[in-house]
């Protein structure tokens, strides 16, 4: 902890210097400065994307007033060096078109179960480096390193899977665990209608607190993103490199490479009304009989996976779904998503009769009908309170979603789901309430879930890295062919609350002082835990985390 410290004190008494915003560069979903900009993205005429993240801050300040909001956030004293410390970033050198800064990366939190009296930290120190050349091309590199001791849920999570969620490998030192976690993009933007980005990071596809397509949940993987913007139309191409981390043992030799392309084809159909297409291929480097590596039949930007599949005879997991928003009022916004897995009309077909009929003699509840869907609503300045947003969410994931027959193939990274944390087999209700003022922030978290676990020897559907067969078995383990449902297996109803409060103490390095309580429990006919979390921490993160695992 004290290294920590002597390195944040170092980063910031370097120089004096002003607010560093280039136009190239993301600004991060955790960040405060995004939560207070995040209701103009919803605004009848804007013409931002706002299902499609990261955002540029050269797209937020289409309809945003960046510079205006982070002045007002500004400390003017007489004491120049607080002004310095609570307002700029730690070094910034400019000569003409090129721009330079870094800031330092600074994660501390201290956690206590009030119900096991046991107490865990979490403590991680980096560096953020990043270069400006004029308006068209931005290079970022950020780095830290850290060493958690869990107490409570995350605690069990890691022992089980080996892995820190939202980050990558745990290795075991002593009682706690040691990561690394390198990001890093490169963007040019020749024109304001095209722009190409490289690197080492996460895209989430989405307006809700969850994504069914494409989140930030797992650890950050290597990337190439083309993004091409014609009249109302955003069209994203997404090529990564994901790793399977399983039975290496920590080994990155070990780790296994499989590749996925994506595209996202966002239109703003009226002034109110966006409606957007996404389709994902996975495809592992290498099976029993070639080595594949990165099939060149997906590069084409313009074609749909399903029928080159079918055209290359294809063993590959391929994915579709759609993504709807719609501005209801002047501050209200309905959304929602559907992921299409496998559908087959017919047995769709006979599940929505036999809900609508409960006939027991008929087929229903196929476990190949793998969909999920998600409704929301944000509401912002409710009770007509400034800075006071009020989202209430549902996601439903139907059983061996995301999964597929081949084990490395599923839709995955480093034993993390690329789409809900949960995995499948559940249904979840999610509210936030969260406000802003100034520099003070603080947010409101209750989520409900009943998910069907998996026991011993069995598989249910909701661990999406168990392979599921053509035929109706997983990995040697039986499988039902029909009368599957949500929530089937080991039903175990998990509910969380969380409240914090903070303090945005620099706003160009997101640097912000929190503390807050989390209530969780997990409750089915194997467990009955309950875990009351208080925590502190300073941290400067500008990604989003889920603790409501």
């Known amino acids: 902890m004290k290294k920590a410290i002597f390195f944040l004190v170092i980063f910031l008494l370097i120089v004096k210097c002003q607010y560093s915003y280039s136009q190239q560069n993301n600004i991060g979903s955790n960040s405060v400065l995004f939560q207070i900009a995040e209701q ?41 060096f607080f002004t310095y410390l609570t307002n700029n970033n730690s070094l910034v050198f400019r000569k ?96 304001e209608n095209f722009r190409v980005e490289a690197g080492k990071g996460n895209t989430f596809f989405g307006d809700g607190y969850r994504s069914l397509l494409l989140s930030e949940n797992s650890n950050s993987y290597p990337f190439l ?49 966006n409606f957007s297409f996404f389709e994902a291929i996975m495809w592992e480097s290498s099976d029993t009989t070639e080595n594949r590596g990165f099939d060149v039949n997906y590069i084409n930007p313009a074609i ?66 793998k969909q999920s869907f998600q409704l929301g609503l944000k509401s912002f300045d409710i009770f007509h309170i400034k800075n006071l947003t009020f989202q209430t969410e549902y996601n439903l994931v139907r059983p061996y979603t995301y ?3 081949h084990i490395y193939e599923s839709y995955s990274n480093y034993s993390q789901s690329l789409a809900h944390p949960f995995g499948a087999n559940f249904w979840e209700s999610v509210t936030l309430l969260k406000y802003n003022q100034k520099r003070f922030f603080l947010q409101a978290k209750f989520s409900y879930c009943v998910i069907g676990m998996d026991s011993t020897n069995s598989h249910f559907g909701q661990n999406i890295l168990q392979p599921t067969w053509d035929s109706p078995t997983g990995f040697n383990v039986p499988v039902s062919q029909y009368g599957n449902v949500v929530g089937q297996g080991i039903t175990t109803t998990i509910k969380s609350g969380d409240l914090q409060i903070g303090y945005l103490l620099n706003p160009s390095i997101n640097l912000k002082v929190f503390c807050g309580i989390t209530y969780l429990t997990k409750n089915s006919i194997l467990q009955n835990d309950q875990y009351l979390l208080f925590r502190f921490g300073l941290s400067t993160l500008l990604f989003r985390s889920y603790t409501d695992l």
């Open 225 to 273: 993103k083309l993004t091409t913007k014609i009249w109302r139309l955003k069209y994203v191409n997404l090529f990564a490199n994901f790793k399977d981390v399983r039975f290496s043992d920590g080994n990155k030799t070990e780790f296994v490479n499989k590749y996925s392309s994506f595209h996202y084809l966002s239109w703003n159909a009226t002034k109110r009304i």
């Open 40 to 80: 103009s993205l919803y605004k009848k005429d804007t013409t931002v994307f706002s299902s499609i993240k990261p955002i540029s801050f050269s797209e937020i300040r289409q309809t945003f007033k960046l510079d205006s909001a982070t002045q007002k956030l500004r400390f003017n004293t007489s004491n120049s």
């Open 403 to 405: 999964s597929h027959k």
């Open 304 to 369: 749909l996976y399903r029928p080159v599949e079918f055209s290359l005879n294809s063993p590959d997991n391929a994915l579709m779904g759609f993504n709807l928003s719609v501005k209801l009022f002047k501050k209200q916004v309905f959304y929602g998503q559907l992921l299409l897995d496998d559908f087959i009309m017919g047995e769709v077909k006979n599940d929505i009769i036999h809900t609508i009929t409960k006939d027991s003699t008929m087929k229903y509840g196929s476990w190949m009908n």
């Open 96 to 191: 003409q078109k090129i721009s330079v800064f870094l800031n330092p990366i600074f994660n501390y939190s201290f956690h206590n179960d009030l119900k096991s009296k046991k107490s865990g930290n979490e403590s991680a120190i980096g560096a953020d480096f990043g270069i400006q050349f004029g308006n068209k091309f931005y290079g970022n590199i950020n780095y830290f390193s850290g060493n958690t001791l869990f107490v409570g849920n995350f605690d069990s999570i890691t022992n089980q899977n080996h892995i820190i969620p939202g980050y990558g490998y745990a290795y075991k030192t002593g009682d706690s665990y040691c990561y690394q976690n390198l990001s890093f993009n490169l963007a040019y933007a020749p024109t």
